[in-house]
C-alpha cells in the first residue's frame, strides 16, 4: 500500500476538472491512497468580506482573532470542506471530511500568538486515526485547523497542515494541487528541481506570495526523507497513464551525497 498526501489548495476548488477526479481514480487503481489536506484562503476572505472584517496577512499567514476564526472555522469546516467531500463523492470516491481538530487528529502550538492571534503549528498528528479511515477505504479530507494545549482552535496554513500530515504517515508522495501547472519561471514550467534551486528562485523573485509556503512545505517533507514532492495543477490531468504532469521537486544535493 501506498499514501500519498494531497493538499488540494482554496484557489482551485472551484475549478477542478473531471480530469483531476480521473487522475485521483488511477492513483488508486494504481495502489495509492489518498489522504486529502485542504485549503479555503479565498472563500476566507469573500467571508470576511461580507462580514466586513478586514483580512490581513503576515508573512503570508492570516493575522486571526477569536472573530475572524469563527469565520475561518465556519468556512474551512461547513463550506469548503463540505464543497470537496460532495465533489470526490459525485465523482464516484468513497470520501469522510474532518475537521483538523476532531478526534485529536492535529495538535498544534501557537505560532506567535502576540503578532497572529489563533494560529498554530502542527505538532502532532493522530496517524492511527487516519490510517483507520484509509483502512476502511475512505478518502479522508482533513480541514487545516488543530487543537491547542489551552482548548482553543488555531488556524494553519493548509500547506503546512499537509505536510505535517505527510511526514506522520510516512507518505510516499505528497502533492500540492494548485491553480497553475507547477512552478513557472518566465512564464515557462519548470518540470523538476532541487532545493538549491529553489532557493535561487526566491532570492530572484521568481517564487512568491502563495508558492512560498508550498515550496517551504515541500522542502521539509523532502528533509523528512519522502522523495516524491510535486506541485501540480487541479485543473487537468496530473496523472496519466503512470506519467505526472507538474513540478517535480528533489534533494538532488542530498541523493548526490
Ligand atoms: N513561480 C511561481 N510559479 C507559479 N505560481 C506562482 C509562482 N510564484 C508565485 N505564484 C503564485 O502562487 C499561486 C498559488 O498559490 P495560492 O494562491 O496560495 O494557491 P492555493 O490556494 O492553491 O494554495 C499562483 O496562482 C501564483 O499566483
Ligand atoms: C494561518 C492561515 O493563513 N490559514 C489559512 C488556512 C486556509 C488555507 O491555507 O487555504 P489555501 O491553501 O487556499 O491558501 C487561511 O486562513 O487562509
Redesign the pocket.
Same mark, same amino acid.
Given at each position: 500500500m501506498k499514501t500519498i498526501v494531497i493538499k488540494c489548495?482554496?484557489?482551485v476548488l472551484d475549478e477542478l476538472s473531471p480530469a483531476f477526479f480521473e487522475a485521483l481514480h488511477s492513483l488508486i487503481d494504481d495502489g495509492y491512497k489518498p489522504v486529502i489536506v485542504h485549503?479555503? #484562503?479565498?472563500a476566507?476572505n469573500a467571508m470576511l468580506d461580507l462580514y466586513k472584517i478586514e483580512s490581513k496577512?503576515h508573512n #503570508?499567514?492570516?493575522i486571526?482573532s477569536e472573530e475572524t476564526m469563527e469565520v475561518?472555522e465556519m468556512v474551512?469546516s461547513g463550506k469548503t470542506n463540505r464543497q470537496l467531500v460532495g465533489l470526490l463523492e459525485k465523482n464516484g470516491l468513497n470520501a469522510i471530511g474532518i475537521n483538523g481538530s476532531d478526534g485529536k487528529c492535529l495538535l498544534a502550538d501557537y505560532i506567535n500568538k502576540d503578532q497572529l492571534g489563533l494560529?498554530g503549528r502542527v505538532t502532532m498528528v493522530n496517524s492511527f486515526l487516519i490510517q483507520k479511515m484509509i483502512d476502511e477505504n475512505l478518502v479522508p479530507v482533513i480541514t487545516?485547523i488543530a487543537s491547542a494545549k489551552d482548548g482553543f482552535r488555531l488556524?494553519?496554513?493548509?500547506?503546512y497542515a499537509a505536510a505535517a500530515v505527510a511526514k506522520a504517515l510516512n507518505a510516499d508522495r505528497c502533492l500540492f494541487v494548485t491553480n497553475v501547472d507547477g512552478i513557472l519561471v518566465d512564464g515557462e514550467l519548470v518540470k523538476e528541481t532541487s532545493v538549491t534551486e529553489i532557493q535561487n528562485y526566491i532570492e530572484a523573485g521568481h517564487i512568491y506570495g #502563495?508558492m512560498i509556503p508550498k515550496v517551504e512545505s515541500a522542502i521539509s517533507v523532502l528533509n523528512k526523507g519522502i522523495e516524491q514532492v510535486m506541485i501540480v495543477s487541479g485543473k487537468n490531468a496530473f496523472y496519466q497513464n503512470g506519467e505526472w504532469a507538474g513540478t517535480a521537486i528533489s534533494d538532488k544535493e542530498r541523493i548526490l551525497k
Amino acid at each position: 500500500m501506498k499514501t500519498i498526501v494531497i493538499k488540494c489548495g482554496g484557489s482551485v476548488l472551484d475549478e477542478l476538472s473531471p480530469a483531476f477526479f480521473e487522475a485521483l481514480h488511477s492513483l488508486i487503481d494504481d495502489g495509492y491512497k489518498p489522504v486529502i489536506v485542504h485549503g479555503g #484562503g479565498p472563500a476566507i476572505n469573500a467571508m470576511l468580506d461580507l462580514y466586513k472584517i478586514e483580512s490581513k496577512f503576515h508573512n #503570508g499567514l492570516r493575522i486571526t482573532s477569536e472573530e475572524t476564526m469563527e469565520v475561518v472555522e465556519m468556512v474551512l469546516s461547513g463550506k469548503t470542506n463540505r464543497q470537496l467531500v460532495g465533489l470526490l463523492e459525485k465523482n464516484g470516491l468513497n470520501a469522510i471530511g474532518i475537521n483538523g481538530s476532531d478526534g485529536k487528529c492535529l495538535l498544534a502550538d501557537y505560532i506567535n500568538k502576540d503578532q497572529l492571534g489563533l494560529v498554530g503549528r502542527v505538532t502532532m498528528v493522530n496517524s492511527f486515526l487516519i490510517q483507520k479511515m484509509i483502512d476502511e477505504n475512505l478518502v479522508p479530507v482533513i480541514t487545516p485547523i488543530a487543537s491547542a494545549k489551552d482548548g482553543f482552535r488555531l488556524n494553519i496554513n493548509a500547506d503546512y497542515a499537509a505536510a505535517a500530515v505527510a511526514k506522520a504517515l510516512n507518505a510516499d508522495r505528497c502533492l500540492f494541487v494548485t491553480n497553475v501547472d507547477g512552478i513557472l519561471v518566465d512564464g515557462e514550467l519548470v518540470k523538476e528541481t532541487s532545493v538549491t534551486e529553489i532557493q535561487n528562485y526566491i532570492e530572484a523573485g521568481h517564487i512568491y506570495g #502563495g508558492m512560498i509556503p508550498k515550496v517551504e512545505s515541500a522542502i521539509s517533507v523532502l528533509n523528512k526523507g519522502i522523495e516524491q514532492v510535486m506541485i501540480v495543477s487541479g485543473k487537468n490531468a496530473f496523472y496519466q497513464n503512470g506519467e505526472w504532469a507538474g513540478t517535480a521537486i528533489s534533494d538532488k544535493e542530498r541523493i548526490l551525497k
